[in-house]
């Protein structure tokens, strides 16, 4: 059972090094395979459009934690998202320092900055800012439970409900009892047809007026127009943005230069090589055994 790696050269390194440690087979360059019926599993950022040249494929594994690039699949072939750990970390990190900066208003110092004024504003303690996370997984469970112990009282929204310690954690009828209780709203959620576009003039409307977004979920999740008329309105008073709609954002796009927005390019988390490869290794050796191999999506939720 053999793994191809589709990706860049410093990756395909770190690789083949840690398949040859767990004595399993790889292969980084499809040029290079003399009999592509070797091939189980298929580790890429988006795979060729014919998969049939590789009539024993099993499974087509991410390098990323998205999934939502990928093409629809043969029914037969599974679809693997990253389990790299150390993803989470990095966008709880990233949503953390985010949440911080619109909850101590540093968007407006900056626009002072800019004119070099000096003038305080007025402080909220944590505890009266209250934060709405969209998508409680790995990555919403994390950040939820950091910054319950900063002292923000937190709520969430899931598709499942499910609950998470020390959290208030809505279904998906419930998404509107989160938004009206979400001073700062924070979207991670999967880009699937029902998330496209979710961000948009209703959502910002459901907010207290004067809420705070901060998205790392997917570009099209947001409609940039909807929350432009938002800010404008006072409806939002400032976002903060790892992911843009589209992206990567035009160098003349008017978000860049509005003093109310912080953005930056798509950088909250990337996929640790090496954890990367030991993943891979976990659903090849899962395979191997006839085991459902971690990360294997639910195509039918998109996710």
């Known amino acids: 059972m053999t793994l191809l790696l589709k990706s860049l050269p410093a990756r395909a390194e770190v690789w083949s090094r840690v398949f040859a440690e767990a004595g399993l087979p790889i292969e980084t360059d499809p040029e290079a395979i ?21 009539p024993n494929l099993k499974a087509v594994l991410s390098v990323g934690a998205g999934v939502d690039q990928m093409p629809e699949l043969p029914p037969q072939i599974m679809l ?17 320092m985010a949440c911080l900066m619109l909850h ?4 407006s110092y900056m626009a002072q900055a800019e004119k070099g004024v000096w003038q305080g504003l007025p402080v909220t303690l944590s505890s009266q800012r209250r934060v709405g996370i969209l998508g409680m997984g790995r990555i919403g469970k994390l950040l939820a439970q ?10 969430g929204w899931s598709r499942s409900g499910r609950p998470v310690d020390g959290v208030e954690v809505f279904g998906q009828d419930g998404l509107d009892r989160v938004l ?14 029902e998330t496209r576009g979710i ?14 977004l901060v998205h790392a979920g997917r570009g ?21 943005l790892d992911v843009t709609n589209p992206e990567p954002l035009p160098a003349d796009h008017w978000a860049w230069s509005d003093p109310r927005i912080v953005i930056t390019p798509h950088v909250a988390a990337e996929t640790d ?3 990367g490869a030991l993943h891979a290794v976990a659903v090849v050796k899962a395979l191997m055994a006839g085991e459902t191999p971690p990360g294997v999506t639910n195509k039918a939720a998109g996710y």
């Open 180 to 193: 009206v209780q979400s001073d700062i709203l924070i979207c991670l959620l999967p880009l699937t047809d």
């Open 273 to 275: 090589a090496e954890q």
């Open 104 to 107: 101590r208003d540093i968007p």
């Open 146 to 155: 950091s910054l319950v112990d900063l002292g923000f009282p937190v709520r």
């Open 220 to 240: 099209a999740q947001l409609d940039m127009a909807d929350m432009r008329a938002a800010l404008d309105s006072g409806q939002l008073a400032s976002a903060m």
């Open 80 to 96: 693997c998202r990253s389990l790299a750990p150390g993803i989470e970390m990095l966008v709880r990190d990233w949503a953390v």
């Open 199 to 212: 961000l948009n003039a209703d959502l910002f409307a459901a907010l207290p007026k004067g809420a705070h």
């Open 34 to 54: 003399a009999d592509p019926a070797e091939i189980s599993v298929l580790a890429c950022w988006q795979p060729p459009e014919d998969l049939s040249i590789y």
